[in-house]
């Protein structure tokens, strides 16, 4: 008998060192130190001294989401990479952030692959990147098909997506399970498309042994079966490692056990990756010690409805415009923040994008139109048409909603202000970048400002944020 170990990370969002991350303990939410590129890089190189077959793979948002990778286009963290021993990944949504050829370029500067069978070059239809990949090891082979997010052109700003395109994936994956079936022991199915629409392509495509979920930031602690295939996701920012023991006998899988391990301070460190991890971070030092405001609450994104972190991206914005109403994007990456003081580097993790603010006129029925929509694409009932990330975040607005009624019947009640939302009534909102009411794009006017800058000046003025303890966005 034969055991192959997975390893899977996803979603990392340039969460580089020990951070806090977010635990529910009795409905509450408590915070614990975790994560980060020298423990995991540790706990690898411990893992391969003592098993023989051992795969690496990475579920991508690999080079955005904090100060360091989004001020150098990804760069910055290609060091620490070249030392991780990866042997696969696959781009997320974000890792298009930059264009087709920086994307490109921070590939290639990898010693390990990049997979994806449903990107391709928009003028030839070639694949942008390989479809797929065979590991060979001892007494195993396993194909690797990587499948990125379909929906970059649909849901990221334009510019992410220029000169490619991106395709549903169902088509894509049954012609690379059909070159590899014959060829490999094992098929293992590397997504960025999120646990939903992977669980929904399992029971579409045959012959998939293993899918390493990622997008969603989902904590699976025990994996779902579908169709014969494994479906495993291992959470977020670095926190988490999942780990999959897979015994083959005859090239079938015999049994599994599965463990998602929480990467906690009882880890030990990698010492050369820890001096790789310092160097990235030194050039920023100004920014971390820079305190710019206080916070009485945990600021996290770990609630689908409302969260306080976006609270206070969005009150900031409603302080700075006499308007109606200020949305933000339903983001999930973001690490938490305890109670105390609010550095500058905390808020270009906040919100990496630092996006430009903008208003916007709106009716009312057009409001209630944008937040439908919003919803459909959060609780659709065909996986294929989730493409949102959590609710639309808010300040000023009210909304009590039935997540499971049909499309654009979900909204039960609607106030702006606190008064009934008037269909007829045009509105002003505030809101920040061009991923935010993309479809509203040529109606918004640009003011020059931007988010953490907007936010800095809120916490001046406000001097310590408290979240509202009060719910405004109700599941009914």
Known sequence: MTKLTIIQQNDTHGSLELHHELFWRKKQPELRKTGGLPRIARYIKDL?????????????????????????KGKAIVPALQKMGLDAWVPGNWDFAYGKEQLSSLANALPFPAVACNVKEQNTNDSFLKPHIIKQFNGVKVGIIGLTYPY????????????????????????????????????????????????????RVDGI??????????????????????????????SFLGKLEIH??????????????????????????????????????????????????????????????????????LHKFDVDLAFSHGWRYGTPLPEGDITEYDLHTIIPTNPELFTLEMTGERILETLENNL????????????????????????????????????????????????????????????????????KSYHGVYAVDVIKEFLKDKGTFKADGEPKILSI
């Open 48 to 72: 391969k001294l003592h098993s023989e077959n051992v795969l690496f793979l990475d579920g991508g948002d690999l080079f955005h989401g904090t100060l360091p990778l989004v001020a150098t």
């Open 152 to 203: 970059v052109h649909e849901t990221m700003p334009a510019s992410f997506s220029e000169g490619l395109s991106f395709s549903k994936v169902v088509e894509e994956t049954l012609q690379s399970v059909g070159e590899l079936k014959e060829k490999v022991d094992l098929i293992v199915l590397l997504s960025h498309m999120g646990l939903p629409l992977d669980v929904e392509l399992a029971n």
């Open 209 to 238: 042994d293993v899918i390493l979920s990622g997008h969603s930031h989902d904590r699976i602690e025990k994996p779902i079966t579908v169709n014969g295939t494994l479906v495993v996701q291992a959470g977020s920012s670095s």
């Open 248 to 317: 083959l006998e005859g090239g079938k899988v015999e049994n599994y056990q599965y463990e998602l391990v929480a990467i906690d301070e009882s880890f030990p460190v990698d010492q050369e990756m820890e001096r790789v991890i310092g160097d990235i971070v030194g050039p920023y030092s100004m920014e971390r010690n820079k305190v710019v405001g206080g916070t009485e609450s945990i600021l996290h994104r770990m609630t689908l409805n409302e969260a306080p972190m976006d609270q206070l991206i969005t009150d900031a914005y």
């Open 376 to 443: 459909e694409m959060v609780f659709s009932r065909d996986p294929f048409k989730q493409k949102g990330g959590y609710i639309l975040r808010s300040s000023g607005l009210f909304m009590a909603f039935k997540p499971y009624n049909p499309e654009g019947s979900r909204i039960h009640k609607l106030l702006v202000g606190g008064q009934e939302i008037d269909m007829k009534k045009n509105y002003w909102i505030a809101g920040a970048g061009k991923q935010l009411f993309k479809d509203a794009e040529a109606d």
